[in-house]
Structure formats: structure tokens, C-alpha cells
């Protein structure tokens, strides 16, 4: 039935792809706080429909979705403290927009995992396609594995571990948080950032655009230490520090309100 | 957007045409306008010709029945005429048809000669090459020619979303390499010095069925290993002669490749065993063929890979 829902009453076909109705998966096993479910014969719609009655109108904390199938746009926009558990490997655009969440995958991921994340962790224990963690605000995004091209492309803040390697354009325009890679790095670390701090422990295949070597302090260490710390990761390798030159934007770091009372 | 995926088996045969429509059917959403598939059976020492007398929405209307019958008599009396004996003709859809042969002359002046009769188009020639290609998706496609049945050692496809052309079989992947035996292509991206490509190879002789950047690969490989480079060769050529945003897979006769762009910003995922590779868009599509958890990666940047059957 393309359109139904639509207020405008204009109807929109999306060529046989839209899903305008979905019904509550009747698979839910829920046991006080903790809920789990099968996702393996269900829609992308029915998996979020589900995710979000259980943590927004059930009470449950901890939601264990076996069998995500590599379905993309799982467990988006959820803004609420919990525990998800993918038993398997979303698709794209897994855990975009959340704040809050503490998410584990244990399969791997497509494009544009935790996309926008605000806060929460996520890990995934094996690999994760490009754009990984893209303009990421905060939280901790964790791959067990190595991810492809972009990663924290237009990233704003968080923190992004990586204990493979990651491909062309990491950290490509990222304007604050920090990103620590274990491995190989590709061409155009760093391109044109504005900010942050890029640590990478393998060999670095070439510089972006105004990305430079940076000076390590005990704050560098006291970081890496703990995150590693927190996400048992072991002990940390060694690791290079990239920052951004600042030769390439204005970086006064003045609001436009305060600008006007200081340049003329 | 569209969608693009690849299968090789290196332990014998399998089923590839069920194999590829489960892959393109679970990225439907990437492109329902049309699907295709360039499959690769046993090679015997009959030629394979893929061919259509019309498009799939201009194949009915008043005369049109007796102008296909009539213009596929044409084509096999041109068949013989250029000393062809033809084995076998069959058609699934009226309009696209098969037939297989045995001819030993020039693979150029065949296709040229049966593309003179009114609405032929080639799709493919070789001796196990072929593409099979028509309107909707890939379960309409497959059940439209029977592809459930098809076993072969590989084969590529193609789901399409129609953008900036028409929703024909002229814009539909995969494309055959003009006109060399057995080479096709399927490809996500844009080429942006497709005109200055094009323009290069036609003055080498070269026609192009389609307005599409994709069939500039297809003939760039095949015209490179005409003159002795392995596709694995002609392929790393490519990504510094090719400007654009790409990932492409090509397939011959006993090899599939694959090759990113250096900005790797078109999607791949791979998986690989001993037996068996497969590529696609997306991972779903790598589920839809190995049921079980399977460690996958996304090729990088640059990066030019290729496997034997």
C-alpha cells in the first residue's frame, strides 16, 4: 500500500521498496529487565519497532538481537541508557545517531557504523566498512578488527579505536576527539583536520593535507592507557601522534558573537 | 545506486544463476529497474551468442510478433550465410534469444553482420559467456530465463537504479567487451574521462552498444589483453588511466577481478575461501549466499585482486 501514512496525501512509490506497515514481532523472549529475540525472518522496520518498545515502554536494559542478517539501520536514534547485543553482523549504518546505549557486536559491520553517535560505546569484535564512526559527538567506538576507508571522517568529538588497520582519508576534515589506531594507516591520514588527535601505532602510508607529526605529553599516555584499560584491551603498542598543522583554516576558535569584540 | 555482485567457484561447478539471484535479490533496494547477469557454463567447442531483436517494452504491438520472427530468420539466414552452422536457437522472452554455434572466423564481423538486422543487439559471444539481462528484479529476471537451473563455475550481476538513462536493455548491466570473446563487466561508480576514453576506442574500431560509462571498462580490459596483458595487469592499468569514483568486477573465462578506485569510494565486501569468492555492494548479499557467520573485509583503496576457476 505505497503512500498510506502519508499527511500530504501524496502518494509515493518507492519503486515496491517502502515498508509503510510492520507488525510487533511476536518472537520477544523477555525475563524481567532482559529481553533477546531472533531478527533472522524479520524486517529492519519490525527489528527498531521491537528495540524501541522493549527499552522506551517495557523497562528492559538489556536487549540480546540474535541474527541481524547484515539488515542495515539496526538500533538507530536510541537515546536511552541500555545494553544491546548483536549476536552477528548488522548491516550498514548500525547505532547511528544513539546516546547512551553500550552496544556489542560480535560479528562485523557494514558503512557508517555509530554515524552521529553522541554517547555510549559500541564495540564490534570483528571488521567494519568505510565511514566508520563518520562525525562521530562522542562515546567510545571500538573495532576489534580492521575498518575500511573514512574512518571519523567529519568526526566531532569521542574517541575511535581501531586495533587493525584503516584505509584512505582517516580522519578526514575531523574537528575534535581522537582516534587510535593499532595498525596500518592509508593514504591521507588526517586530511585537512581542524583538530583532535590521530595515534597510530603501525606505518602510516602517507600525510593528509595539513596533518602533521604532534608532541606527546603524559595526557597522550594517561588516554590511551585508560581506554585500553577500560576496554580490556591489553597492553597498548606504541603509538605515533597526528594533529592538525593549522595552516589550513582560520583557528581562533572564537563564536562569531565573541569574534566581532575581538577582530576588526 | 546500484548494485553489484560476483561469484567464482575454484572446485568445479555450482549452481551461479541461483546463487547470483539470491545475492541481487537481497539488494533489491539498491536497484529494482532492471537486472543482469554474465554467467560462465561449460566451455565446448560451440560458440555462445546472447542476442535481442527488441527491447522488452517495445516487443508487442500490432505487426511486432511477425517483424521478430521475421527478423530472427534473418538473423540465422545471416548466420549461415557468414559460414556459422547453427546448433541451437531458443528464446525465453520473444524478444531475446539464444543460439549456439559453430564458427571459427572473426568473433567483429559476426556480431557487426547480425547487429545489421533491425533491432539485434548482442548481448554476448563466446564459447561460455552469458549475459542475460531484462526489466524488473533479479527473481522476475531469473524466473523469466530459467537462471535457478544454470550451473557454472562463475558469473557476475547487476541490480540497477535507473538515474540518468533510460530503464532499458541498452543501460542495463553487465556489459559484454565489444568485441571480444567471453569478457564482461559490471560496475558501480562514474567515470568521469569516459568521453575521452570513448573517443580513443573507437578510433581503434571499437562500437559501444550503450551511452554508459560502465562499457568503457568492459572494452578498455579486453582491447589490454588483446595485446597479451593478464587481466590482473590490464586492471592495475586501468586505475591510473580511468578518472572517477569506482569499483568494478570484470570476468573472462576462468577469472574474476575486481579494482577500487584510490579514493575506494564506491562499497565492496569480499569473501573468501579455498572454493569459493564472492563480491558485493553490500554484505547482504554475501549472507544471502553463505548462510553462516563468515569473516568478510572491504577491500582498500587501489586495490586490484584476482582469482582463477
Request: hydrophobic share 40%; proline share 3%; net charge negative.
Amino acid at each position: 500500500m505505497p503512500g498510506s501514512g502519508s499527511r500530504s496525501g501524496v502518494s509515493y512509490d518507492a519503486r515496491g521498496l517502502v515498508e509503510p506497515h510492520a507488525d510487533m514481532p511476536t518472537n520477544i523472549e523477555v525475563d524481567g529487565g532482559r529481553a533477546r529475540f531472533d531478527a533472522a525472518d524479520l524486517t529492519i522496520r519490525q527489528i527498531n519497532m521491537a528495540l524501541r518498545k522493549l527499552i522506551y515502554n517495557d523497562g528492559v536494559t538489556d536487549v540480546t538481537v540474535l541474527n541481524p542478517s547484515s539488515k542495515h539501520s539496526l538500533a538507530v536514534g536510541i537515546l536511552k541508557r541500555c545494553r544491546i547485543h548483536f549476536e552477528g553482523s548488522p548491516g550498514w549504518f548500525a547505532c547511528g545517531l544513539i546516546d547512551g546505549p553500550e552496544v556489542t557486536i560480535n560479528g562485523r559491520v557494514g558503512w557508517s557504523v555509530a554515524e552521529n553517535m553522541m554517547s555510549g560505546v559500541v564495540t564490534i569484535e570483528r571488521s567494519a566498512g568505510s565511514l566508520t564512526g563518520a562525525a562521530i559527538r562522542g562515546g567510545d567506538l571500538i573495532v576489534k578488527g580492521d575498518v575500511g576507508a573514512r574512518t571519523g571522517i567529519d568526526q566531532k568529538g569521542g574517541t575511535i579505536i581501531v586495533t587493525g588497520d584503516v584505509g584512505i582519508n582517516t580522519g578526514f576534515m575531523m574537528q575534535r576527539g581522537r582516534q587510535i589506531i593499532c595498525g596500518n594507516a592509508g593514504m591521507n591520514l588526517g586530511d585537512s583536520m581542524y583538530d583532535g588527535a590521530i595515534y597510530v601505532a603501525g606505518k602510516v602510508r602517507s600525510l593528509g593535507v595539513d596533518c602533521v607529526p604532534g608532541e606527546w605529553d603524559d595526557a597522550d599516555t594517561e588516554l590511551i592507557e585508560r581506554k585500553f584499560r577500560i576496554h580490556g584491551l591489553g597492553d597498548p603498542p606504541e603509538f605515533q601522534k597526528f594533529v592538525c598543522g593549522k595552516q589550513l583554516h582560520n583557528y581562533d576558535a572564537l563564536e562569531p558573537s565573541e569574534r566581532k569584540l575581538v577582530i576588526h | 545506486m546500484c548494485g553489484i555482485a560476483g561469484v567464482i567457484h575454484r572446485d568445479g561447478t555450482a549452481d551461479v544463476g541461483a546463487e547470483l539471484t539470491a545475492m541481487l535479490q537481497s539488494m533489491k533496494h539498491r536497484g529494482p529497474d532492471s537486472t543482469g547477469y554474465a554467467v560462465y557454463g561449460p566451455a565446448d567447442d560451440l560458440v555462445v551468442i546472447r542476442f535481442v531483436l527488441a527491447e522488452p517494452n517495445k516487443s508487442t504491438g500490432f505487426g511486432m510478433e511477425e517483424r521478430l520472427e521475421r527478423n530472427r530468420a534473418e538473423v540465422e539466414s545471416r548466420l549461415a550465410k557468414i559460414g556459422a552452422e547453427v546448433a541451437t536457437v531458443t528464446s525465453d522472452t520473444g524478444y531475446a534469444f539464444r543460439a549456439t554455434i559453430r564458427y571459427g572466423g572473426d568473433l567483429k564481423a559476426l556480431a557487426d553482420y547480425l547487429e545489421d538486422v533491425p533491432g539485434c543487439e548482442v548481448l554476448s559471444l563466446g564459447s561460455s559467456l552469458e549475459i542475460i539481462k531484462d526489466l524488473g528484479d533479479a527473481q522476475t529476471v531469473s524466473g523469466q530465463y530459467n537462471l535457478g537451473s544454470f550451473r557454472g563455475t562463475h558469473g557476475i550481476g547487476h541490480v540497477r537504479m535507473a538515474t540518468e538513462s533510460e530503464v532499458d536493455l541498452a543501460s542495463a548491466h553487465p556489459y559484454w567487451a565489444y568485441p571480444f570473446a567471453d569478457v564482461a563487466v559490471v560496475h558501480n561508480g562514474q567515470l568521469t574521462n569516459y568521453h575521452q576514453w570513448r573517443r580513443r576506442l573507437e578510433q581503434h574500431g571499437h562500437r559501444f552498444q550503450s551511452e554508459c560509462d560502465s562499457e568503457i571498462i568492459a572494452v578498455y580490459l579486453a582491447e589490454y589483453m588483446a595485446r597479451g596483458l593478464s587481466l590482473e595487469t590490464a586492471m592495475k592499468h586501468s586505475l591510473d588511466d580511468l578518472d572517477g569514483v569506482f569499483t568494478y568486477v570484470c570476468v573472462t573465462g576462468n577469472e574474476l577481478g575486481i579494482a577500487k578506485d584510490e579514493m575506494a569510494a564506491k562499497p565492496l565486501v569480499l569473501f573468501e575461501s579455498d572454493p569459493l569468492v564472492a563480491v558485493a555492494t553490500e554484505e547482504a548479499a554475501i549472507r544471502a549466499l553463505v548462510k553462516r557467520e563468515v569473516e568478510t573485509r572491504d577491500p582498500y583503496e587501489r586495490e586490484v585482486l584476482v582469482w582463477q576457476v
